[in-house]
């Protein structure tokens, strides 16, 4: 594609943006937790569940645990472990769209809106509860571009994102660009969080503003905070004065409920020119799930 073909009307787009979980949201992964289950006569037997099934039983203490009582020998498939030639998530990843592709699995709820996003060339972060490094988590991204984004949906990729270059950085930014270096650009804007990754808990646990580095929720809200303060830096700087929304979605109606209450505690004042929405995608009938709008836009940035 010639460097000179872009989507000349970007500079009028307004400025959405999104916040996805991965697992069963995006993907269905064929990840497992290692727990164990207690029987009647009181032992304890190995048992593997779903991500799916474990947003519904984690608080279920009385009938389930970590093997010998450590989470992080539950969460073994979540890393990243040195041992491994190729990470487990994308291996995961390459299943996952094996199986979309083969006919033997439907997409989750934001399935589609992630393709919508990547092809309008839109900013957005990956939160997740894993614990792969966040380079893990782009090359899954890549992934999903290469395999389940057609020809000519990568094209529209590429002509938008040639747009919003000539829009906001100008037109020798863009003619002196493949389009390879053009697609690697965009996917280093986003945020890639697994919340659960060493690193990341040790950015979390050095933030005086973010008690409560063991608590998954809490964790989530400092990775979408993050997020929010990355994206107003690169608004700020291309002097956008436009509506801004700002959707999440997760499968875990914890996480979402968290999120929310977040979002009115602390968000809605930081950020006041955003329209929150959140997504609940614990139904997996229902295309984009269930859509909350937690707090209206106030004003333009």
């Known amino acids: 594609m010639p460097a000179d073909h872009y989507n000349p009307d970007i500079a009028r787009r307004d400025l959405k943006y999104y916040i996805f979980d991965w697992d069963d949201n995006i993907l269905r992964m064929p990840t497992y937790i290692h727990l164990e289950r207690k029987l009647r006569d009181?032992?304890?037997?190995?048992?593997?569940?779903?991500?799916?099934?474990?947003?519904?039983?984690?608080?279920?203490?009385a009938q389930y645990r970590p093997p010998g009582g450590v989470w992080d020998r539950a969460f073994v498939e979540f890393r990243d472990p040195a041992t491994r030639t190729e990470s487990k998530f994308l291996e995961d990843a390459r299943t996952a769209i094996d199986r979309l592709l083969s006919g033997d699995d439907k997409s989750p709820p934001s399935f589609n809106t992630f393709r919508k996003t990547l092809r309008e060339g839109r900013i957005f972060a990956i939160v997740t509860a894993r614990g792969h490094k966040p380079?893990?988590?782009?090359?899954?991204?890549?992934?999903?571009?290469?395999?389940?984004?057609?020809?000519?949906?990568?094209?529209?990729?590429?002509?938008?994102?040639?747009?919003?270059?000539?829009?906001?950085?100008?037109?020798?930014?863009?003619?002196?660009m493949t389009d390879e270096e053009v697609v690697a650009n965009y996917l280093s804007m986003n945020r890639y969080h697994a919340v659960t990754n060493p690193d990341f808990l040790s950015a979390v646990r050095a933030d005086p503003a973010a008690p409560g580095a063991d608590n998954p929720e809490t964790r989530k809200q400092f990775a979408i905070m993050d997020f929010l303060e990355w994206l107003f830096k690169m608004i700020e700087r291309i002097g956008a004065r436009r509506p801004i929304s700002v959707g999440f979605s997760d499968d875990d109606p914890g996480n979402v409920a968290a999120v929310a209450d977040f979002i009115r505690r602390v968000l809605a004042e930081r950020f006041p020119a955003v329209k929150f929405v959140v997504y609940d995608t614990s139904d997996p009938d229902v295309e984009k799930g269930h859509k909350l709008v937690v707090s209206g836009q106030m004003a333009l940035f």
């Open 135 to 176: 380079e893990s988590l782009r090359k899954g991204v890549e992934m999903f571009i290469d395999r389940l984004l057609s020809t000519d949906e990568k094209a529209e990729m590429v002509w938008n994102l040639r747009g919003y270059l000539v829009a906001y950085e100008g037109p020798a930014a863009n003619e002196s």
């Open 42 to 61: 009181g032992s304890w037997v190995p048992h593997l569940v779903s991500t799916a099934l474990f947003s519904v039983i984690r608080k279920d203490t």
